[in-house]
């Protein structure tokens, strides 16, 4: 467990904590998060975890633009479920990017768990792009994203790590009640 790996857990803890609370502000954490995550999955050999912290620099950026343009008086954003066409989309590009990544990580690279690691990191991209989008079904899709989480970082030796997503499990549960409430209330 390094220096890092603390900070970045630190800065992802403040950042879900907002997102659950619709608030535009988890953004600045969670680029400064994805920013020293990017180094420590560098290290820890887990590629696909590392190129989806770049991907969630993008998406934290669009995200941030998103919500701003969403955001009443309180910087509080609305939610809304998807369309059936969505989530069908969005289950064949969750498939679609774990098989990609899988392929590319098992076959060109030494990564430490190729399919777990692209099976998170293709989830996640999907789920990310959810959350930018405010869709309710994101925080399910996290639900499943955190627990294989917790099991990955844990075998590769990221204590800290697997413990934020044990906590971000629990506030993903929280989140999804949130927002469902939130979405309803509309």
């Known amino acids: 467990m390094s220096l890092l790996e603390l900070f970045a857990a630190g800065f992802g803890l403040v950042n879900l904590v907002l997102v659950a609370r619709r608030t535009v502000w988890n953004f600045p954490f969670g680029i400064i998060m994805v920013c020293l995550y990017f180094g420590v999955f560098l290290d820890a050999r887990l590629y696909s975890a590392a190129a989806l912290q770049v991907f969630f620099l993008g998406a934290n950026i669009y995200g941030w633009w998103y919500w701003r343009q969403s955001a009443t008086g309180t910087d ?111």
Do not use: K
Request: net charge positive.
């Open 76 to 186: 509080i954003v609305p939610v809304a479920p998807m369309s059936p066409t969505g989530r069908a989309i969005a289950l064949a590009a969750g498939i679609f990017a774990t098989l990609g990544l899988g392929l590319v990580m098992s076959r060109f690279t030494d990564a430490a768990a190729p399919w777990w690691d692209a099976t998170n990191a293709g989830w996640s991209m999907v789920a990310q792009f959810l959350t930018a989008r405010r869709h309710t079904e994101s925080w399910p899709l996290w639900i499943g994203i955190n627990i294989l989480s917790v099991w990955l970082y844990a075998s590769q030796g990221l204590l800290a790590t697997a413990g934020l997503y044990a906590i971000f499990l629990c506030i993903a549960c929280w989140g999804w009640d949130q927002w469902r409430r939130a979405a309803t209330s509309r």
